[in-house]
């Protein structure tokens, strides 16, 4: 084993029974929700007694809003909710790192200059959304950060990691053993796999992280995250297709609803064998509407956008054509 696979610690977080606790208290008040029961492994903090003593500043950057299609304005899936100075990263897409880079200067976020990059969910280990990974556990470390990056993520999330870190282990060893200055510590990995269907995947005092299973064709193992920090309530699709019930249960009291979606107009002009996958993988715009009228969020916004030769215009008027809520069309770099 190498000296890199050595050193990449993982655990398992185990179901928890039921998320209806969590859900009766407050969305975003400072009064904890009641305790979820369970069982956790590893080094969570699942305390009941934890309170979320975040001082109330919580935004959601969009880091990249884009698909597998190589839009030059739209970087690969990443966004980060970012908590009294703390980034959480959701998704790993390439160009995750330089994103949030251009994201702290545009927006003065300390929080996503990239030695501070330190905590990533993963919702599917689709490549689009992970192929960032590499540059997200190295690129940090040699820019200074000391702490390892925990990564939670579905199952595979550690294998993935492993032999992320097995590839690049000459480039750890010279730059950590040689003249180089590095750290010997900031290039692990802290893995948390999740398992499960609705699971306590991550708590400290600023940010109780529930992932949740969400239907996304052939994965069995795709995941959304709900965010409840002191100020808001966050939840974050990930690649979907249509839950509607599933996100109104999520989004109970969410400020902000951040789902993916695709254009109807562009999807009808897709052959049929396209039209297939993505009416199983993905959202269209009228579903979203519909799952917006079911969720009832503060704002919906729209992400991971698939038009196929629709604008902008036609998606948002295939969503608000089933829901009259606010909705906002993501792009690179929005702060909400
Ligand atoms: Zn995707
Ligand atoms: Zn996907």
């Keep these: 084993m190498s000296k890199i696979g050595a050193t990449t610690r993982s655990c398992r977080i185990l179901l928890v029974a039921s998320l209806q606790l969590a859900l009766l208290g407050s969305c975003s008040s400072s009064d904890p929700p009641a305790p979820t029961t369970g069982e956790t492994v590893g080094e969570l903090p699942a305390s009941p007694a934890l309170r979320l003593t975040g001082g109330g500043t919580t935004r959601v950057v969009l880091l990249g809003t884009g698909t597998p299609n190589a839009h030059p304005d739209r970087g690969g899936p990443a966004l980060a909710v970012v908590v009294d100075g703390v980034a959480y990263l959701v998704d790993a897409g390439p160009g995750v790192v330089r994103n949030a880079a251009s994201a702290a200067r545009e927006h003065g976020l300390v929080a996503l200059v990239a030695d501070r990059l330190g905590h990533v969910f993963l919702t599917h ?112 699709s990930g ?5 509607p019930e599933l996100m109104a249960r999520m989004c109970t009291g969410c400020d902000l609803l951040i789902h993916e979606v695709y254009a109807r107009a562009g999807w009808e002009r897709r052959e049929p064998r396209w039209q297939a996958y993505h009416a199983s993988f993905h959202t269209s715009g009228p579903e979203l509407g519909r799952i917006a009228a079911a969720a009832q969020p503060g704002l919906l916004v729209l992400n991971h956008q698939l038009l196929w030769g629709a604008t902008p215009e036609q998606l948002l008027a295939e969503v608000a054509g089933q829901w009259d809520g606010p909705i906002a069309y993501g792009n690179d770099l929005d702060v909400y």
């Design 125 to 236: 280990l689709h490549s689009d959304h992970s192929t960032g990974l590499a540059d997200l556990i190295l690129g940090p470390w040699v820019l200074g950060r000391t702490d390892p990056l925990v990564v939670v993520g579905p199952s595979g999330t550690g294998q993935l990691t492993r032999h992320l870190s097995a590839a690049y282990a000459q480039d750890v060893e010279i730059r950590r053993d040689g003249l180089e200055p590095a750290n010997s510590t900031g290039y692990e990995t802290d893995v948390r796999e999740i398992e499960g269907d609705e699971v306590l995947a991550y708590e400290d005092q600023r940010v109780r992280v529930t992932a949740f299973r969400v239907p996304h064709g052939g994965w069995t193992n795709a995941y959304g995250y709900r965010f409840e920090t002191a100020d808001r309530t966050v939840v974050v």
């Design 239 to 243: 690649d979907t297709g249509p839950a």
